[in-house]
Nanobody
Framework: QVQLVESGGGLVLAGGSLRLSCAAS????????MGWYRQAPGKERELVAL???????NYADSVRGRFTISRDNAQNTLYLQMNSLKPEDTADYYC????????????WGQGTQVTVSS
């Protein structure tokens, strides 16, 4: 299992930006995919963005054009750049990783809280 540690959450005004980081204990290029999920109070956890081994990315419709997922292979770190933040982006954000051969995300971080005030 890969150890994942998120950081970068906080309180920001609507329209502002934050960058989340996820430090991995494994070489991220060895992973099949990495992603960011979020869970707002009273709601189910939802996929925000993912990046696969080839570098291809995908985003939830609600964040496309505002959020950017990227990775630093040398630092084994995953990022989520969040711009034009809205109050509805308020949630706990989780980093996830999937190893080759796994059918689902098999490693999760502890989460980092993002609060967007209007």
């Amino acid at each position: 299992q890969v150890q994942l540690v998120e950081s970068g959450g906080g309180l920001v005004l609507a329209g502002g930006s934050l960058r989340l980081s996820c430090a991995a204990s494994a070489t991220i290029l060895s992973l099949a995919a990495m992603g960011w999920y979020r869970q707002a109070p009273g709601k189910e956890r939802e996929l925000v963005a993912l990046i696969i081994a080839s570098g291809d990315t995908n985003y939830a419709d609600s964040v496309r054009g505002r959020f950017t997922i990227s990775r630093d292979n040398a630092q084994n770190t995953l990022y989520l750049q969040m711009n034009s933040l809205k109050p509805e982006d308020t949630a706990d954000y989780y980093c996830a990783a999937r190893r080759w051969g796994s059918t689902w995300w098999d490693s999760w971080g502890q989460g980092t809280q993002v609060t967007v005030s209007s």
